[in-house]
């Protein structure tokens, strides 16, 4: 099993910037590859970001391409989200989640989910 927790949300007005982390325990001796998703009010959740275990391979949704960053810290059990330039259409809940094989931009192919964090975009 793999613990997942969320920090780093709050309120930013719009061009402004957020780093999220993504701290995880529980079986971290083992290689999993970590994403980004995030939902709205009233939409259905959307991938963000990934990263494979090693960070030499991320994946990023177009919305937040050359925007947004993803990389992991160097004990590995550590994700963060660099959100730059951020807009109001950023305003959702972000979750970090962890899967045991390669990087996915499919919430399915992740089992394992942390609580979210709010991160509200205001214009």
């Known amino acids: 099993q793999v613990q997942l927790v969320e920090s780093g949300g709050g309120l930013v007005q719009a061009g402004g910037s957020l780093r999220l982390s993504c701290a995880a325990s529980?079986?971290?001796?083992?290689?999993?590859?970590m994403g980004w998703f995030r939902q709205a009010p009233g939409k259905e959740r959307e991938f963000v970001a990934a990263i494979n275990w090693t960070g030499g391979s991320t994946s990023y949704a177009d919305s937040v391409k050359d925007r947004f960053t993803v990389s992991r810290g160097n004990a590995k059990n550590t994700m963060y989200l660099q959100m730059n330039s951020l807009k109001p259409d950023d305003t959702a809940i972000y979750y970090c989640?962890?899967?045991?094989?390669?990087?996915?931009?499919?919430?399915?192919?992740?089992?394992?989910w942390g609580q979210g964090t709010q991160v509200t975009v205001s214009s």
């Open positions: 989640a962890a899967t045991l094989t390669r990087i996915s931009d499919l919430s399915g192919s992740y089992p394992y």
């Open positions: 529980g079986r971290t001796s083992i290689a999993y590859a």
